[in-house]
């Protein structure tokens, strides 16, 4: 069924992007070869080699039983080339993972028809996805195209995020921490998307496109140069998190957001609202917004996704102890989780924790400053991280284990041997194996 409309659309996007595609068949791991080649040679440390078959042999690389690229996971590879947009031939594609690298040049401007979760975060896309034409953005994905165009620079993220049919199945994207610029445009529609970051950018204009997503729950848009009056987010009935720190919104801030049903944090800081800030009620617990950064820190495993919901962490949220009295905080133990990101400053928030237990997950950067505001600090368990930096002053009589399984990290102090007292309680508290 690798019909000829394929290859007319082949031949024509080959003429579309003069020089940026290079694809003369469309198996999907000759794809794979050539889109690797742009990336850049930092593939090879992923066995990402010509003469091997990806489906095969390349690290990070998964495909069904067809033979098609379901998955590409390369995060950190250090590429530092570009991301063709002959990537869309790999028409199975659920799940493309380019964080924390440093590619460069536009988004890739083509519909990934299949495309469930997208992470291209912390890269150095330059956001001017090259703008197709009015006739490419309505072909139908097997229809020809047959007006190419030489593309204007747009310098904004309307061709790569325009009217969701392009990308109908995005439930998850991630964008954050790159240099986008420009507005959203209206035309960025999606039915399914839940999970949407566009934190850190250069973006502009309105926030208006956020009505487009009816299945929202998480939208962060922190960091950014937003402007404008916040809309309507009474469709918004599923949306738990949103973050909207760090622009230039204006006007008031809307009733109808404190009235989402779901809604568990919020940020508005650092914005030009007028008039009283809203109050939220009592459902948003300070407690639940903090500890829903520091979820936020671990980039939201599907994990805690599933047991961090509603407003009492005390009454069962997975790694969250509490005192007797189920009203206080006192540890958090997600030991061996798997946990990507970082250790969300957040964390200094919640001062009555005795204990922060977080080895053997896959956590890098520092760990923040705020964890010296935890009074009442007993342990501090980061080994078996990636965590690098030097280690804060901790509170008096806490311990700290950091310097085993992590490459970089300084102590201020040697490190200290534990308490018996303080082994009782972790041990009693968290049913912790110290093996
Ligand atoms: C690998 O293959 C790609 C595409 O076929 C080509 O552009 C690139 O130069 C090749 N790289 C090496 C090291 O042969
Ligand atoms: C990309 O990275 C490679 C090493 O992986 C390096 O040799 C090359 O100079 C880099 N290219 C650019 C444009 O930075
Ligand atoms: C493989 O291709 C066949 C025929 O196109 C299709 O019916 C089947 O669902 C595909 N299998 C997978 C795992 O995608
Ligand atoms: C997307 O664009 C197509 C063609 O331009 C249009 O027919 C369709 O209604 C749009 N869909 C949405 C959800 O806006
Ligand atoms: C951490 O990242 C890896 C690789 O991308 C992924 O397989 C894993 O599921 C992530 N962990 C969590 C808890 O989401
Ligand atoms: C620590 O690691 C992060 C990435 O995880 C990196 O950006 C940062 O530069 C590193 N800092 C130091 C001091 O090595």
Redesign the pocket.
């Known amino acids: 069924m690798r019909s000829i409309a394929a290859a007319v659309a082949v031949a024509s996007v080959l003429l579309a992007v003069a020089g940026g595609s290079v694809v003369t068949n469309r198996d999907d791991e000759h794809v794979l070869h050539v889109v690797a080649a742009a990336l850049?040679?930092?593939g090879?440390s992923l066995n990402w080699d010509n003469c091997t078959r990806p489906c095969q042999d390349w690290e990070g690389v998964s495909c069904n039983a067809n033979g098609s690229v379901v998955g590409i996971s390369a995060r950190g590879a250090?590429?530092?080339?570009t991301l063709l947009e002959d990537a869309h031939y790999l028409r199975e594609l659920h799940h493309l993972d380019l964080r924390d690298n440093?590619i460069?040049g536009p988004l890739p401007d083509v519909p990934f028809l299949n495309l469930k979760t997208l992470h291209l975060d912390c890269n150095a896309f330059t956001a001017v996805p090259a703008g197709l034409s009015a006739e490419r953005e309505a072909a139908s994905p097997t229809s020809t195209r047959s007006k190419p165009t030489t593309p204007p620079i747009t310098g904004t993220l309307s061709a790569f995020l325009r009217n969701g049919t392009a990308y109908a199945n995005l439930v998850h994207v991630s964008l954050a921490r790159n240099r986008l610029t420009g507005p959203v445009p209206a035309t960025f529609v999606s039915k399914k998307l839940e999970h949407l970051d566009l934190s850190d950018n250069l973006l502009t204009g309105t926030i208006d496109f956020v009505i487009n997503f009816p299945n929202i729950k998480i939208l962060r848009l922190d960091g950014n140069s937003f402007a404008g009056q916040l809309p309507d987010f009474q469709r918004l009935k599923k949306l738990e998190i949103l973050l909207l720190g760090q622009n230039q919104l204006t006007g008031l801030v809307p009733p109808s957001l404190m009235q989402l049903p779901n809604l568990a944090a919020v940020t508005l800081a650092d914005n030009l609202f007028q008039g009283p800030l809203p109050e939220f009620g009592p459902w948003v617990h300070n407690d639940v917004v903090l500890l829903l950064s520091v979820a936020a820190g671990f980039e939201f495993p599907a994990s805690l996704a599933a047991s961090w919901k509603g407003n009492s962490p005390c009454a069962g949220w997975m790694g969250v102890h509490c005192d007797k009295t189920g009203a206080t905080i006192t540890g958090i133990n997600l030991c061996r989780h798997g946990l990507n990101g970082t250790i969300h400053p957040a964390i200094g928030g919640l001062r009555s924790l005795r204990a922060v237990l977080l080895s053997g997950n896959n956590l890098g950067g520092a760990v923040p400053a705020t964890i010296s505001r935890l009074a009442d600090l007993l342990l501090l368990d980061v080994s078996d991280n990636q965590i690098n930096g030097s280690i804060p002053r901790l509170p008096r009589g806490a311990v700290v284990w950091a310097d085993q399984g992590n490459t970089a990290v300084a102590l201020s102090s040697p490190p200290a041997s534990l308490p018996t007292a303080t082994i009782f309680f972790v041990l009693a508290t968290f049913c912790y194996s110290l093996s």
């Open positions: 850049g040679p930092a090879r250090g590429f530092n080339g440093d460069t």
